[in-house]
């Protein structure tokens, strides 16, 4: 069986890939699972927000279980297009989970989580040990 493939273009997309990899323009490779995450190191807390379009607080669950925040549900079909034949379909359907690692410990009694326009907000408050500390100077 022949192939119909051009070396040199193959070479150059190869080329083109490899400076973006070192560049840090853009990611060969990288696939982004749903939901997409965002981590932010406070002083106080870790917030991590995680974009949900679509979706319903019921449709959303959230465990933190020994240092790992996952959040899971399920992607419902819009109730208007159930019975109709799909032409094109783009954004996925069906159940989901991600996970992420917090790196370092949190009060676990006190994680809260808010949901609104679709960016579902978990506040992760830092455990004592894990804050930064501040250390005085002393003169002599």
């Known amino acids: ?9 193959e070479l150059e997309r190869m080329r083109r890939d490899i400076d973006n990899i070192f560049s840090g323009e853009g990611r060969v490779g990288v696939n982004y699972t749903f939901p997409l995450f965002n981590v932010y190191d406070g002083k106080e807390n870790f917030v991590v927000t995680a974009e949900l379009p679509g979706m319903a ?7 933190f279980v020994e240092g790992t925040l996952t959040i899971s549900g399920t992607k419902k079909p819009l109730d208007k297009v159930k019975d109709m034949t799909v032409i094109r379909q783009e954004r996925s359907e ?4 991600k996970s992420i690692r917090i790196p370092s410990k949190v009060e ?19 455990a004592e040990e894990a804050k930064p500390k501040t250390i005085a100077i002393e003169a002599k």
């Open 1 to 9: 069986m022949l192939w119909n493939i051009d070396p040199w273009r």
């Open 57 to 63: 607080k019921d449709d959303v669950s959230i465990s």
């Open 94 to 97: 069906g159940s989901f989970e």
């Open 108 to 126: 676990q009694d006190k994680i809260s989580a808010s949901f609104s326009d679709g960016i579902l907000s978990v506040t992760l408050p830092k």
